[in-house]
Structures are given as C-alpha cells and as structure tokens.
C-alpha cells in the first residue's frame, strides 16, 4: 500500500536559539501547502517546494530528523519531502557542533548530550512559535534519525545518557571505526561544560532509527522500558555500525519495534541520493557497491517510512 501524496509543500526557514552553548540551530520546515511550487537552489541541490508557501488548513503530526555525523538538515531531504507529500509537517535541522562545517563535537559531551538536546529545544521552539505550532498536533509527534542521528533520536526518547558506558566501551572496543575515533585520538570523551543530563522526552510518540551508532551509552533497564513504537533499520554490508553493540542489541531490548528491516547496503545508503555533480567529490558516502540502487531503496524506505508514522500517529477520533 502507498500513501496518498498531496500535490505541493511548502519549505519555511527558522533558527533556534541555543541559550546554553549561545549557539543558533539552523532549521527548515517542510508542510503541506497549496501554494505553487518552484525549484529553490541549496547549493548542490534542487528542491521543489513552494518557499514560505501557504500551509494547508488543519493541524498535522509533526517529525523531527536528525542526521548522522558531519551532515547537515537536507542530508535526508527526499524523505522530508515525501513525508510532507503525504500530510506530515517534517522538521529537519543541522546540529551546530557536529555538521559537514563544523565537527567540534566529535569526541565530548557536545556529541554524547548536546545532541538529543538540541532535537529537544528545536522541539521547544516549533510548539512555542505560533506561526508553527498553529501547524502541528502536539500529541502526534515522532522522531527519524541515521546514524548518530538515530543515537539523537533514542537518547531523547529514552533519557539517562551515561558517560561512563562510553569510556567503558571505547577501553573494549578501542578499533571501532566510528564512535571510538575520537577516542583514539583524545582518550576518554572531553566534557564541555556545563554537561547537562539528558532527560527522557515522552512528547515523541514514535522513532525511525537507521543505522543507530552509539547506543551503548543507554542502559539495558532504560531500553527495556522503552514503549514507543519503533521502526529499525540495519545496513547489512555497514562498515561503521559494530555489532552486536547496535542493531542487534536493540532487537534484543526493545519491546515494541514495529518493523525491522535489513538493507543489503552499506552505511550511507540512508542519505539521500546524491547529485551527479558529488558523487565524486564525496565517494564514500555517495557511492554504492555495484548493483545497488539508492534511489530504488529510497523509494522503498521513504513508503515505509510514511505508512508507518501514518499508522502509528492516527488522529484522533
């Protein structure tokens, strides 16, 4: 079954403020609009949307994205773009420490906390703005994240960020190629003060994890405990993502995952195919092994994806 698409969206650009780090959070809301669309250049990208275009009467479940290390808020902008299609207000948002200009997070408690705040205070702000709130159901709200995004997602969900797990699993796990990088290059992860604890948000009623890195730092108990739905992705051919620390132990833990699917690709399949014009300046996290097509599997995950967050964030009756 696929979603029923609407014919325009409209793409509004908004910064949040950032009081603890005195830092802007750069953000973009994709709705459903019925003001005609046009194609707005983002330097190598081309979106088709209708800018600061007239949102659609009605309030709609809002989604939150979180990239992946060193992306940015466009690094998933055809799901963005298909989950607006299909009636959902999508927020995508770069963090400010950890992003393709900025990567000062890499390693500290800019990374470990910070993150799954910074989802949290954007959140503040689209419920507190009325222009965009006006938009939205409050009580139907979900979150999407690859990578560190979905480690975002989890922790924002789930609370109870504990920087000991991660020391402990970079002392075992020092060749993880990923999320003990940093490590070997600074030892243990560097606090940024202050280092604020990262508080379960129950406002997120539903979560897409994609290829989640870092979930050691979340305890066994906490995971358990977990009772919103979720979608899981894993990457099969995933060069990035250590297991059994990942996927596999979420399978174990989670009590109320809804779909679990296995793409037979690597890491970065989960961004958005890639223009032309990149494919050779960003190889590896543009380019698939041969026989695999992105665009192909991005149909297949941005349908599933929509059916899922339309199933579990139905309206009210």
């Given at each position: 079954m696929l979603p029923v698409l609407s014919q325009a969206i409209g793409l509004q650009r908004f910064e949040v403020q950032d009081p603890v780090r005195q830092s802007?959070?750069?953000?973009?809301?994709?709705?459903?609009?019925?003001?005609?669309?046009?194609?707005?250049?983002?330097?190598?990208?081309?979106?088709?949307?209708?800018?600061?275009?007239?949102?659609?009467?009605?309030r709609h479940p809002l989604l939150l994205i979180s990239h992946g290390n060193g992306g940015n808020s466009l690094a998933h902008r055809d799901l963005a773009d298909h989950l607006a299609r299909a009636g959902f207000v999508v927020v995508t948002f770069t963090h400010?420490?950890?992003?393709?200009?900025?990567?000062?997070?890499?390693?500290t408690t800019l990374q470990s906390h910070d993150r799954p705040r910074e989802l949290q205070r954007v959140l503040d702000h689209v419920l507190a703005d009325p222009a965009l709130s006006s938009r939205v159901d409050p009580q139907?709200?979900?979150?999407?994240?690859?990578?560190?995004?979905?480690?975002?997602?989890?922790?924002?969900?789930?609370?109870?960020?504990?920087?000991?797990?991660?020391?402990?699993?970079?002392?075992?796990?020092?060749?993880?190629?990923?999320?003990?990088?940093?490590?070997?290059?600074?030892?243990?992860?560097?606090?940024?003060?202050?280092?604020?604890?990262v508080v379960a948000d129950p406002r997120l009623k539903a979560l897409v994890l994609m290829a989640p890195a870092g979930v050691f730092m979340l305890s066994d108990e906490r995971l358990r405990q977990l009772q919103q739905p979720v979608l899981l992705y894993q990457a099969s051919q995933d060069h990035l993502i250590r297991e059994p620390f990942s996927v596999e132990r979420l399978r174990k833990l989670l009590p109320n995952i809804r779909g679990d699917h296995r793409i037979e690709a690597g890491?970065?399949?989960?961004?958005?195919?890639?223009?032309?014009?990149?494919?050779?300046?960003?190889?590896?996290?543009?380019?698939?092994?041969?026989?695999?097509?992105?665009?192909?599997?991005?149909?297949?995950?941005?349908?599933?994806?929509?059916?899922?967050?339309?199933?579990?964030?139905?309206?009210?009756?």
């Open positions: 802007r959070i750069a953000a973009q809301m994709w709705y459903p609009s019925d003001s005609p669309e046009q194609t707005l250049r983002v330097g190598s990208f081309s979106l088709q949307v209708a800018v600061n275009g007239r949102p659609l009467e009605g400010p420490f950890d992003n393709h200009e900025n990567q000062q997070a890499l390693g139907r709200i979900g979150a999407i994240g690859f990578s560190a995004g979905g480690y975002t997602v989890l922790a924002s969900a789930a609370g109870d960020v504990q920087q000991a797990r991660y020391d402990a699993y970079c002392s075992s796990q020092r060749d993880d190629p990923l999320t003990c990088k940093a490590y070997r290059e600074r030892g243990f992860i560097q606090p940024v003060e202050p280092v604020l604890p890491h970065f399949v989960f961004i958005a195919p890639c223009p032309s014009n990149l494919v050779a300046e960003l190889a590896e996290i543009c380019s698939d092994a041969p026989g695999i097509d992105r665009a192909a599997i991005h149909r297949r995950i941005n349908n599933d994806v929509t059916l899922f967050f339309q199933q579990q964030l139905p309206p009210a009756p």
